[in-house]
C-alpha cells in the first residue's frame, strides 16, 4: 500500500487491513443489496431466480 510516499504501513493481520475491511463490510453489501433491491423491485424478477447469480465486480464504476 502507498498511502504516504516513504512511508510503510504494515498491519498484523490482513483483518486489520482497513481496505480489506472496507470492501467486505460495506461495500461489497451497498453492491449487491442495491443490485438485487432493484432486481426485485424495480424490474419484478422473483427472488428465486436471483438465487446463486454470479456477479463481477470490476474497477471504475462496476
Given at each position: 500500500?502507498?498511502?504516504?510516499?516513504?512511508?510503510?504501513?504494515?498491519?498484523?493481520?490482513?483483518?486489520?487491513?482497513?481496505?480489506?475491511?472496507f470492501?467486505?463490510?460495506?461495500?461489497l453489501?451497498?453492491?449487491?443489496?442495491?443490485t438485487?433491491?432493484?432486481?426485485?423491485q424495480?424490474?419484478n424478477?422473483?427472488?428465486?431466480?436471483l438465487?446463486?447469480?454470479?456477479f463481477?465486480?470490476?474497477?471504475?464504476?462496476?
Amino acid at each position: 500500500m502507498d498511502y504516504v510516499s516513504g512511508v510503510k504501513i504494515s498491519f498484523l493481520s490482513k483483518v486489520d487491513d482497513p481496505d480489506i475491511a472496507f470492501y467486505k463490510k460495506r461495500l461489497l453489501s451497498q453492491i449487491r443489496g442495491r443490485t438485487f433491491y432493484d432486481a426485485k423491485q424495480r424490474y419484478n424478477i422473483p427472488e428465486h431466480q436471483l438465487a446463486g447469480v454470479p456477479f463481477f465486480l470490476c474497477g471504475g464504476g462496476s
